[in-house]
């Protein structure tokens, strides 16, 4: 073959491959990006066991917290409407054993997971029959005219921290009950638990504040919002930090320990990108929803992290 034919099989392949580059969809340019970056096999040399943590009240939280939608099946999927039943069958008891096993295994002591049946025998078995060490903050979604019923479900069965669901924090402050907010923070605490209130809007953290609730920490939503589907409003179920400049300044002034869960978008967020992000924003901890097989990798990146320069102005509150 010459040199000139080598030259035209040359450019013929090249204009190919551009071409199919060029007619990659989003999603697959996103894979092909993350493909080249070094596998968490190759980098699990640099895991530090002793992995960071913070304190609310008397209790170690390790900065990186498993979240629990994956687990439940209640993943943020966009119209995918079959993607909550994959995850329930992706999610058997071993799975969930498995993930956990892994948590504990790269220093993350604490997983943060609603209260229902489902668990309540997950978190029973693991505990009683792996020996699992995993504590609990409990998602509790007390009701206007029974504040009670959820949080006591979470306190018989264990939990370390109790939380108000963020969405149920939103509609009771829009619905002008604040002051319920109040009342079932207290309810928590008298049962000597630490307690605390979820937000999606920032408006809720701001009422509570005005009101001079004082809760143990607040969770409370953060990203970019550099992601294509983020979109405008109204919520489309991709959009959980509508105005994160605002979030940033007004955190910065409450005293609590801040937990930043929606930090990656759902998964539309690398997590070098929506872990330092969530960081230098002010959060204490951030709750991340993990696939066993990403458990190993998403320590490491928070460690790399954390052990990095942070640009960080808010004072670490745990």
């Known amino acids: 073959m010459s040199k000139q034919e080598d030259r035209r099989k040359f450019l013929k392949h090249s204009t190919l491959a551009a071409t199919g580059a060029a007619m990659m969809s989003f999603e697959e340019k996103a894979l092909l990006a993350a493909n080249a970056q070094p596998s968490p096999d190759s980098r699990a040399s640099s895991l530090q066991t002793d992995f960071p943590q913070g304190k609310i ?82 998602q509790v979604k007390p009701k206007i005219n029974d504040l009670t019923s959820d949080i006591q479900r979470a ?11 963020g969405q ?11 002051d319920l907010l109040g009342e079932a923070v207290e309810i928590i605490r008298k049962n000597g638990i630490v307690a605390g209130i979820g937000a999606h809007e920032l408006n809720t953290v701001v009422a509570c504040n005005e009101a001079g609730l004082d809760p143990d920490f607040y969770m409370k939503t953060i990203n970019s919002k550099s992601y294509w589907s983020a979109g405008p409003m109204p919520r489309k179920d991709s959009v959980w930090a509508e105005t994160p400049e605002e979030t940033i300044a007004y955190m910065n002034g409450i005293k609590q320990p801040w937990i930043a869960f929606k930090i990656l978008g759902a998964g539309a967020i690398k997590p070098q990108e929506g872990f330092r992000y969530a960081f230098e924003s002010g959060a ?26 942070l640009n960080r102005k808010r004072e670490w509150r745990a």
């Open 57 to 138: 009240k008397d209790l170690s939280i390790s900065r990186l917290i498993c979240g629990g939608n994956l687990l439940s099946g209640h993943a943020h999927s966009r119209d995918l409407i079959y993607v909550s039943s994959l995850l329930k069958q992706y999610f058997t008891d071993d799975k969930v054993f498995e993930t956990f096993e892994l948590c504990e295994e790269n220093g993350i002591n604490t997983m943060l997971v609603r209260v229902d049946d489902d668990t309540k025998r997950i978190i029973g078995r693991y505990w009683n029959e792996r020996g699992g060490q995993m504590q609990w903050i409990a």
């Open 168 to 178: 149920v924090s939103d509609r009771f402050v829009s619905e002008e009950h604040v």
């Open 284 to 309: 204490d901890f951030i709750c991340v929803g993990m696939f066993d097989f990403q458990v190993t990798e998403d320590a490491i990146i928070a460690q790399e992290v954390l052990s990095g320069d």
């Open 155 to 165: 306190v018989d069965r264990g939990a370390a921290a109790i939380y108000i669901q």
